[in-house]
């Protein structure tokens, strides 16, 4: 207890964001989609797809990075005596904000942790959905300033902090019972992609290693792309800032290593042009994040050390991504869906309701 | 005589949030910050620091931690 944690010190979390940025790199090299070495939403995406709640049949793939980021934060919880079961801070709430993060990220095609990456990788539409980012986690700091927040959890059974991690090594279990077979759509009970972004990935084993390393380097330093700008704004502090961008940065250096650099708007992977839509739909995600109290990639790491209102989060993040493809409310490199535009309105009158009237006077 | 500030079983940001009002509101002093989780351990820590109080104890508290910070 009290043991210096020096991953979340200045120098910690500089360190951890910087090697977040190689390692999303590599995994892109060793055959993730294009400027999405990481995306919390788009595999989350994927991973809805491979168990087929949404069938859009090019992004179906169980991806192995977002069970290492939960187990990875398990183990890192328990090795360091951190791991925490609790529950009970406005559950629905969690989830109802899961879902709109989720429309609003793939109407901008990626979060927060994918925004920088495209960025990193020459993609200037990235431009437009940071500023939405910035402008949606804005908008959530007036209401934290105003008394917002979501209650109390309470200390729970070790089993519901369980939960989260066991649903993880489920997942994985599935992966290796039902592999990949090469040219098919479906293997046993999961499906993957044969062609699109989905049919893009590193090995198995590499992604999963990956992640997990990344799930313990988060854990320990706090690690979260939405705090970043949150606490710059409420506070002026830039610790995770720190790490935000040093993600950005060598991310962007890897990428110029491995000629994977090409800046512009047009011709971008996984990519549309529309700067509007681009703004307002990473406007929708930024509010939600913040009102949620984290990233997506934060809400993955603390459900692994026991959070079970953030598993809540993340299990409407994917059952957002089902929404969004099975509704039409996902943009492709064509533009945004049929109904994208209606579901950013939607969501974000839901965020400014739940901004308004959950306020109580804690202190 | 030291306020109490109890921030248990709230998630980040409202720790500190809390923590940045009472200093504000009393400019100087002592304040008892009651956290359950390491990370609003160090961010409490961090913010206290970063407005120039001193963190004098932290102890542990139940399940948490019973942070006392202090300004003269």
């Known amino acids: 207890m009290g043991m210096k944690n020096v991953l979340a010190s200045r120098w910690g979390i500089i360190g951890v964001g910087a090697a977040i940025g190689i390692l999303a790199a590599v995994l892109q090299k060793l055959g993730n989609p294009g400027n999405m070495g990481i995306c919390v939403a788009c595999f989350e995406r994927d991973i809805a797809g491979a168990v087929g709640i949404h069938r859009a049949d090019v992004v179906q793939y169980l991806r192995p990075e977002i069970l290492g980021f939960v187990l990875g934060a398990f183990l890192s919880a328990l090795l360091f005596r951190e791991f925490r079961p609790r529950a009970g801070s406005a559950p629905i709430t969690r989830f109802v904000l899961g879902v709109f993060a989720m429309i609003g990220a793939l109407v901008f095609l990626g979060c927060p942790w994918r925004a920088v990456l495209r960025l990193a990788g020459g993609d200037l539409n990235a431009v437009l959905g940071i500023a939405g980012l910035a402008f949606g986690v804005w908008i959530g700091t007036l209401f934290l300033k105003n008394g917002y927040n979501l209650g109390r959890s309470q200390n729970t059974y070790t089993s519901v902090g369980l939960l989260m991690p066991l649903i993880a090594f489920g997942s994985l279990v599935l992966v290796f019972i039902f592999p990949q077979v090469q040219g098919e759509p479906a293997s046993g009970i999961l499906f993957y992609s044969t062609k699109g972004p989905g049919s893009m990935h590193a090995p198995v084993l590499v992604s999963l290693g990956i992640g997990l390393v990344v799930g313990i380097l988060a854990q320990q330093s706090r690690f979260c792309t939405m705090g970043a700008i949150r606490d710059l704004v409420l506070f002026g502090q830039t610790h995770l800032l720190g790490g935000l961008i040093a993600l950005t940065l060598f991310a962007f250096l890897t990428n110029l290593v491995f000629r994977q650099f090409s800046a512009g708007f047009t011709g971008q992977p996984v990519a549309h042009t529309l700067h509007f839509w681009n703004f307002a739909g990473m406007t929708l995600a930024g509010l939600a994040f913040a009102l949620a109290g984290g990233c997506p990639g934060r809400q993955l790491f603390l459900s692994g050390e026991g959070d079970g209102d953030s598993a809540v989060f993340v299990i409407g993040m994917v059952a957002g991504a089902a929404f969004s493809h099975n509704f039409g409310l996902a943009s492709s490199p064509a533009g945004i869906g049929p109904h994208g535009a209606a579901a950013v309105a939607v969501g974000l009158a839901v965020c400014l309701f739940i901004g308004f009237t959950m306020r109580t006077k804690l202190a | ?72």
């Not at chain 2, 100087?28 to 609003?40: A, H, K, M, N, P």
């Open chain 2, 1 to 72: 005589m030291s306020s109490v500030i109890d921030a248990r079983g709230l998630s980040c940001p409202q720790p500190v949030i809390l923590t940045v009002g009472k200093i504000r509101e009393l400019e100087r002093g002592r304040i008892e910050i009651l956290v359950d989780t390491d990370t609003s351990r160090e961010n409490v820590t961090r913010a206290a620091r970063s407005k120039g109080w001193e963190v004098r104890d932290i102890e542990p508290d139940g399940t948490g931690y019973k942070i006392t910070i202090e300004k003269g």
